[in-house]
């Protein structure tokens, strides 16, 4: 069946940092797929999306590139702060044929910035 | 800017009970779902709801769990008979159509004592 694999975590960084967190799938077809993100206390935020393949999703300077020849979609931002502190979640979506809009979630990474 | 909401945010149920736990899904959405985290794995896909009926579920969404809109705002997930390993946080999303992103509920805490 579908999956998501997320690089072990926690991650902690200084202000500043670059961030990568590495995410890879197993599905067949063409999922859609999906950074979403958990602050403290709140429920789960779209961060960005990317439908096909090459496409690259962006948001709140994160982005993250649809590579279909190594099935990954890495999270990447230049420069983190603070506030990026969270756990961000990968998730691929297939719609059609028997699936219904079923998101399935990699195991979520949690970031932690440091002044 | 609309919202996905949930009630109530933590529950407490011994363990044997019937809870409700209640969503109102953003009011032109279509497409109704239920997610659980238990503390520290994956968030886990329970049920799809559209057209008034389940179209997708999981193996975890057994004869215990059952979903229904009662009207036309509210969308609930009754959980018979709770157990101590029904305790989870439990998500209710929404989305307009198929393969469209969904949008998330805060969340209810659910613990079975």
């Known amino acids: 069946g579908d999956s998501v694999t997320q690089m072990e975590g926690p991650v902690t960084l200084s202000e500043e940092a670059f961030l990568t967190i590495n995410c890879t799938y197993t599905?067949?077809?063409?999922?859609?797929l999906f950074w979403y993100v958990q602050y403290p206390g709140e429920g789960l935020q779209l961060l960005l999306k990317?439908?096909?393949?090459?496409d690259k999703g962006s948001n709140k300077g994160f982005e993250a590139t649809y590579r279909k020849e190594t099935t990954s979609f890495h999270l990447e931002k230049g420069s983190v702060q603070v506030s990026d502190s969270a756990v961000y979640f990968c998730?691929?979506?297939?719609?059609?044929?028997?699936?219904?809009?079923?998101?399935?979630f990699g195991q979520g990474t949690i970031l932690t910035v440091h002044p | 800017e609309p919202e996905v909401t949930q009630t109530p945010s933590h529950q407490v149920t011994q363990m044997g009970q019937e809870v409700i736990l209640r969503c109102v899904p953003i009011?032109?959405?279509?497409?109704f779902y239920w997610y659980r985290q238990i503390l520290g794995q994956k968030v886990e896909f329970l049920v799809s709801?559209?057209?008034?009926?389940?179209?997708?579920k999981s193996e975890i969404f057994d004869d215990q769990f059952s979903v229904e809109r009662p009207d036309g705002s509210n969308f609930t997930l009754k959980i018979r008979s709770t157990k101590l390993e029904d305790s989870a946080m439990y998500f209710c999303?929404?989305?307009?159509?198929?393969?469209?992103?969904?949008?998330f509920g805060q969340g209810t805490r659910l613990t079975v004592v």
């Open positions: 999303a929404s989305s307009t159509g198929l393969g469209t992103e969904a949008f």
């Open positions: 599905a067949t077809g063409y999922p859609s």
């Open positions: 990317a439908t096909k393949a090459d």
């Open positions: 998730a691929l979506l297939k719609a059609g044929g028997t699936s219904y809009g079923k998101l399935t």
């Open positions: 009011s032109n959405h279509l497409y």
């Open positions: 709801f559209y057209n008034n009926e389940i179209s997708e």
